[in-house]
């Protein structure tokens, strides 16, 4: 049996999202989930953003995050897979949920802004990966 990649990529674009997507997104219409480590989070992660570390989302996904909420997940970036792995737990949980592709990492080179202990700082865009304007 041989994949049909049309119909490989539908279904990719139907669980992932890029970090401008998000970043537009109406307010509200997503719950942002940073599952990452502790140390990693209080590094920096998306203003608004929940925290709960991959391992965690089986038991505090309930309390946290409404059911039938547009989970969004995101990890450090393009080499490390820690978001599949949330996102995998939170789809058996039973959430709509996507990947932010790029992680936080993306998120910072298009200049978005980043909340840390000291408050919200935004680094000017990467022209390598933004079109945006600095």
């Not at 940073?34 to 038991?59: F, K, L």
């Not at 939170?90 to 840390?116: S, T």
Request: net charge negative.
């Amino acid at each position: 049996m041989s994949l049909d990649p049309a119909a490989y990529f539908r279904a990719k674009l139907q669980c992932e999202i890029d970090v401008m997507e998000v970043a537009e997104s109406e307010p509200g219409a997503l719950v942002v989930v940073d599952t990452r480590r502790r140390s990693s989070w209080d590094h920096g992660h998306i203003p608004g953003a929940v925290h709960i570390p991959t391992a965690q989302i089986p038991e505090l996904t309930a309390e946290l995050i409404p059911a039938g909420s547009q989970v969004v997940v995101y990890s450090w970036g393009p080499g490390c897979n820690g978001s599949t792995f949330a996102a995998l737990a939170f789809a058996e949980l039973g959430y709509a949920v996507k990947e932010m592709i790029g992680g936080i990492e993306y998120w910072i080179r298009n200049g978005l802004p980043v909340e840390k202990a000291a408050g919200v700082v935004q680094s000017k865009p990467d022209a390598l990966v933004t079109a945006h304007p600095a």
